[in-house]
């Protein structure tokens, strides 16, 4: 695989033809396809061929792309999210009718809630026989209509040039998201005048970037009045590539930011006005900012359960200011006092603007907030309340101590791609995350098997010279390890780390706590498979951490190792849990910093009135 030593920006195509070459050329549907992607600058496809794609997978031979062969087709999804996640680019995958464009529905749905830019080109049967149960025949337009922004069955090869530039366009602007082109066999094989489109035609379709200026006003009106402000910081930041625009806000009117699990890094970990993750698993402090605040200023955030808890809890004092491109997120689950809709890095720009030029005439100070005493209550709130990890000196080894110790090894410049479990978490709390898109994992439909594909495609998008490490549980490996062999033919070096607590952790957690330990099918036995063996049969070394006393020497030597995919296997502590937790449906005041501290209060509660955990009132309503 041939690797960039850096990224290239959005639509470059390096030596990709310009659209309006060749014009009128007699050449097939499929050709049409190829021809197509190029202009869009694509530069990388992940796919897999069969039947009634087939008549793509010959001219893709000498298209101006590359291709990465998977095994299976989500994981080919996976990788154009990686891809998509770490560049800020559309992800392309291809793939061929029936269960091959079935078993991309999950990444589908996952990008979806995600919000990334994923073109999906899938074969369909001949159109005269769609609707007669051909064989791998499935209404794929159908069955992903509710998971997509855009879906459009093909039936001319004289529209596959605009529908693949109009879904290319709808994709990667307004709030992203996947789109999918399905093609019929016989308009692969047809032949058409080659001709780029002019202009996109989508009447229907214009995202609103821009914010109304009074909503503008109104919004810093309520900053400026503010005495406990926080901004609620979401992965609509990192899509709309925000960092500078977010920071120079913050630092002007010096406001603290909570940074959701989907924007972790989006202002440093390390910045004065970063207070932390909110959350169900999140930093105490950023959880109990939004518990006390009387304003958040919401951007690129919806407001989601795993982040409000208990939703008529959820920041009682605050007023809203809500920023987002999609008007439907507005107001949809919390009421909002200052709703503006549009792209958050040019609202954001907007706001700037103002801010300027209140600055330029000497009136700034009128909208800064004082916020003195407020930052202070934060700043003790992160000093007395940090994350707790009791690793002993020698022996078993902590599964976050693991993980400080990925990063303190492959470090800042690395980029990091988790699965979903407890290692997605742990992850998420105790690496320090520097900038947008460091941090890549499946935050609203939590696909467990996302890590290992993604952080292929992540590889790929940004080049030999930037690390990419992916950090897996056991269970999420085995859902889509298959996939290493297309990182070793590919020739494509991603560190995957596998945090191996013979369970499956976040379930076992769960039964613990709220079934009385009671155990059911969790347990994933630590040498089924043996990674070590697994890792010399896909050709790639492996690693095998299993005390503390071995870490740090077994990852410097892992360390040395950069020119080809390799495996670390960390044998951890199966009792450890993720904490803090707020429990499900419970209010995030009743966030718990121990496994000692809920089992204090589920004995209290229950010596009242011989209450089970379930009804606790802190129970799994939503698993």
Same mark, same amino acid.
């Given at each position: 695989?041939?690797?960039? *030593?850096?990224?290239?920006?959005?639509?470059?195509?390096?030596?990709?033809?310009?659209?309006?070459?060749?014009?009128?050329?007699?050449?097939?549907?499929?050709?049409?396809?190829?021809?197509?992607?190029?202009?869009?600058?694509?530069?990388?496809?992940?796919?897999?061929?069969?039947?009634?794609? /087939?008549?793509?997978?010959?001219?893709?031979?000498?298209?101006?792309?590359?291709?990465?062969?998977?095994?299976?087709?989500?994981?080919?999804?996976?990788?154009?999210?990686?891809?998509?996640?770490?560049?800020?680019?559309?992800?392309?995958?291809?793939?061929?009718?029936?269960?091959?464009?079935?078993? #991309?529905?999950?990444?589908?749905?996952?990008?979806?809630?995600?919000?990334?830019?994923?073109?999906?080109?899938?074969?369909?049967?001949?159109?005269?026989?769609?609707?007669?149960?051909?064989?791998?025949?499935?209404?794929?337009?159908?069955?992903?209509?509710?998971?997509?922004?855009?879906?459009?069955?093909?039936?001319?090869?004289?529209?596959?040039?605009?529908?693949?530039?109009?879904?290319?366009?709808?994709?990667?602007?307004?709030?992203?998201?996947?789109?999918?082109?399905?093609?019929?066999?016989?308009?692969?094989?047809?032949?058409?005048?080659?001709?780029?489109?002019?202009?996109?035609?989508?009447?229907?379709?214009?995202?609103?970037?821009?914010?109304?200026?009074?909503?503008?006003?109104?919004?810093?009106?309520?900053?400026?009045?503010?005495?406990?402000?926080?901004?609620?910081?979401?992965?609509?930041?990192?899509?709309?590539?925000?960092?500078?625009?977010?920071?120079?806000?913050?630092?002007?009117?010096?406001?603290?930011?909570?940074?959701?699990?989907?924007?972790?890094?989006?202002?440093?970990?390390?910045?004065?006005?970063?207070?932390?993750?909110?959350?169900?698993?999140?930093?105490?402090?950023?959880?109990?900012?939004?518990?006390?605040?009387?304003?958040?200023?919401?951007?690129?955030?919806?407001?989601?359960?795993?982040?409000?808890?208990?939703?008529?809890?959820?920041?009682?004092?605050?007023?809203?200011?809500?920023?987002?491109?999609?008007?439907?997120?507005? @107001?949809?689950?919390?009421?909002?006092?200052?709703?503006?809709?549009?792209?958050?890095?040019?609202?954001?720009?907007?706001?700037?603007?103002?801010?300027?030029?209140?600055?330029?005439?000497?009136?700034?100070?009128?909208?800064?907030?004082?916020?003195?005493?407020?930052?202070?209550?934060?700043?003790?709130?992160?000093?007395?309340?940090?994350?707790?990890?009791?690793?002993?000196?020698?022996?078993?080894?902590?599964?976050?101590?693991?993980?400080?110790?990925?990063?303190?090894?492959?470090?800042?410049?690395?980029?990091?791609?988790?699965?979903?479990?407890?290692?997605?978490?742990?992850?998420?709390?105790?690496?320090?995350?520097?900038?947008?898109?460091?941090?890549?994992?499946?935050?609203?439909?939590?696909?467990?098997?996302?890590?290992?594909?993604?952080?292929?495609?992540?590889?790929?998008?940004?080049?030999?010279?930037?690390?990419?490490?992916?950090?897996?549980?056991?269970?999420?490996?085995?859902?889509?390890?298959? =996939?290493?062999?297309?990182?070793?033919?590919?020739?494509? %070096?991603?560190?995957?780390?596998?945090?191996?607590?013979?369970?499956?952790?976040?379930?076992?957690?769960?039964?613990? /706590?709220?079934?009385?330990?009671?155990?059911?099918?969790?347990?994933? *036995?630590?040498?089924?498979?043996?990674?070590?063996?697994?890792?010399?049969?896909? @050709?790639?070394?492996?690693?095998?951490?299993?005390?503390?006393? =071995?870490?740090?020497?077994? #990852?410097?030597?892992?360390?040395?190792?950069?020119?080809?995919?390799?495996?670390?296997?960390?044998?951890?502590? *199966?009792?450890? +849990?993720?904490?803090? +937790?707020?429990?499900?449906?419970?209010?995030?005041?009743?966030?718990?910093?121990?496994?000692?501290?809920?089992?204090?209060?589920?004995?209290?509660?229950?010596?009242?009135?011989?209450?089970? %955990?379930?009804?606790?009132?802190?129970?799994?309503?939503?698993?």
């Amino acid at each position: 695989m041939s690797l960039a *030593p850096e990224a290239a920006g959005p639509g470059s195509a390096g030596t990709a033809p310009r659209p309006h070459e060749r014009t009128g050329e007699v050449i097939t549907g499929a050709q049409a396809v190829m021809r197509s992607l190029e202009a869009l600058g694509v530069d990388v496809v992940f796919g897999y061929p069969g039947g009634a794609i /087939l008549p793509a997978y010959d001219p893709l031979i000498d298209a101006g792309f590359e291709h990465v062969l998977v095994r299976h087709e989500q994981g080919a999804i996976h990788m154009a999210e990686g891809y998509a996640h770490a560049t800020g680019r559309v992800g392309v995958c291809i793939v061929t009718s029936g269960p091959a464009a079935t078993n #991309l529905v999950t990444g589908l749905a996952d990008a979806h809630m995600d919000s990334l830019p994923i073109l999906a080109i899938t074969g369909q049967v001949a159109t005269t026989a769609i609707g007669s149960d051909a064989f791998q025949e499935a209404d794929v337009t159908g069955i992903t209509m509710p998971i997509t922004k855009h879906n459009e069955i093909v039936y001319s090869a004289d529209r596959i040039a605009g529908a693949l530039a109009e879904a290319f366009h709808i994709a990667r602007s307004g709030r992203p998201g996947p789109v999918l082109i399905d093609l019929p066999k016989d308009v692969l094989n047809a032949t058409v005048e080659w001709r780029w489109p002019d202009q996109l035609d989508l009447p229907g379709y214009r995202p609103t970037v821009r914010g109304h200026g009074k909503m503008i006003r109104e919004a810093l009106d309520l900053i400026a009045g503010a005495q406990r402000p926080v901004i609620y910081a979401g992965g609509g930041l990192v899509r709309a590539g925000a960092d500078a625009e977010l920071r120079e806000f913050a630092e002007t009117l010096g406001l603290p930011v909570v940074t959701t699990l989907m924007a972790r890094g989006i202002l440093p970990d390390t910045h004065e006005l970063t207070v932390g993750m909110p959350g169900m698993h999140g930093h105490y402090a950023a959880v109990k900012a939004f518990q006390e605040t009387d304003l958040l200023v919401t951007l690129g955030a919806r407001f989601d359960d795993r982040v409000t808890g208990d939703l008529g809890s959820f920041a009682p004092l605050a007023k809203v200011v809500h920023v987002d491109v999609d008007p439907a997120e507005i @107001g949809k689950n919390r009421a909002v006092d200052v709703p503006i809709v549009g792209d958050v890095k040019v609202v954001l720009g907007q706001l700037l603007e103002v801010l300027e030029d209140k600055r330029a005439k000497g009136q700034l100070e009128e909208l800064v907030p004082d916020v003195a005493a407020w930052r202070d209550h934060l700043d003790r709130m992160k000093s007395e309340h940090p994350l707790r990890v009791d690793q002993p000196d020698t022996g078993v080894l902590k599964p976050q101590t693991a993980i400080r110790a990925i990063h303190a090894t492959w470090g800042d410049e690395a980029v990091y791609v988790a699965g979903v479990g407890q290692h997605q978490m742990w992850s998420a709390q105790h690496i320090p995350y520097s900038r947008g898109r460091q941090w890549i994992n499946s935050g609203g439909l939590g696909t467990m098997g996302f890590a290992v594909p993604a952080a292929i495609g992540a590889k790929v998008g940004v080049g030999r010279d930037v690390p990419v490490v992916a950090i897996d549980g056991d269970g999420c490996f085995q859902m889509t390890f298959q =996939e290493l062999a297309a990182a070793v033919q590919h020739d494509i %070096p991603v560190v995957f780390c596998v945090i191996n607590n013979g369970y499956l952790g976040m379930v076992r957690q769960w039964q613990h /706590l709220f079934y009385d330990d009671r155990l059911s099918q969790v347990a994933l *036995p630590q040498d089924l498979p043996d990674l070590m063996k697994l890792a010399d049969a896909y @050709g790639m070394p492996g690693f095998r951490v299993t005390t503390v006393d =071995e870490l740090d020497a077994t #990852l410097a030597e892992a360390k040395r190792i950069t020119d080809q995919p390799i495996l670390v296997e960390f044998r951890v502590d *199966p009792d450890e +849990m993720v904490f803090p +937790m707020v429990p499900s449906g419970a209010s995030n005041d009743e966030i718990l910093e121990s496994a000692e501290e809920w089992h204090a209060r589920a004995a209290a509660v229950a010596a009242v009135d011989d209450s089970s %955990p379930q009804d606790l009132g802190v129970g799994p309503e939503i698993i």
